[in-house]
């Protein structure tokens, strides 16, 4: 399999814009969505054909459960809750997984409450169709 990062700062940002105020994030900073439905980070990720785990990396330093929509090439896929972490500083991660054909695809990750998306930080691709180099 192989394992690609995808930054959020380096995504398609819908409403949010890229911070780096709270420590822990990889990268240059991450992506703090609007507080509004429909604050969205779009990815384009490239795969080989069959099961991939999608692994969005977050914090939210609320109580409150900040739900988004996980689309892939349009078509909803999943809709994590992304719960608090307890604190803005504190990241974990979320895990969507779905079949994909080869090639090129977009993941959207959109905000379904008024309180807006969690900050997220980084979308982490594990492909199970690439078999590596003999050995791995
Ligand atoms: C705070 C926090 C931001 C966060 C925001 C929110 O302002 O510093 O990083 O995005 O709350 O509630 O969305």
Redesign the pocket.
């Known amino acids: 399999a192989a394992t690609t990062t995808y930054q959020a700062e380096n995504a398609t940002i819908a409403n949010g814009v890229v911070?780096a105020?709270?420590a822990g994030f990889t990268g240059t900073g991450f992506v703090?969505?609007d507080?509004a439905v429909g604050s969205a980070v779009q990815w384009s990720i490239t795969v080989a054909a069959g099961s991939t785990s999608l692994v969005f990396r977050y914090a939210n330093?609320?109580t409150t459960s900040r739900p988004m929509t996980i689309a892939i090439d349009g078509a909803t896929a999943a809709t994590p809750s992304f719960a608090g972490t307890g604190a803005?500083t504190t990241w974990t991660t979320a895990s969507v997984t779905a079949t994909l054909t080869a090639g090129t695809h977009t993941v959207r990750a959109t905000a379904t409450t008024a309180?807006?998306g969690p900050?997220v930080d980084e979308l982490t691709v594990t492909d199970a169709g690439d078999p590596g180099p003999p050995g791995t």
């Open positions: 911070e105020n709270h703090n969505y507080n330093g609320t803005w309180n807006g900050n």
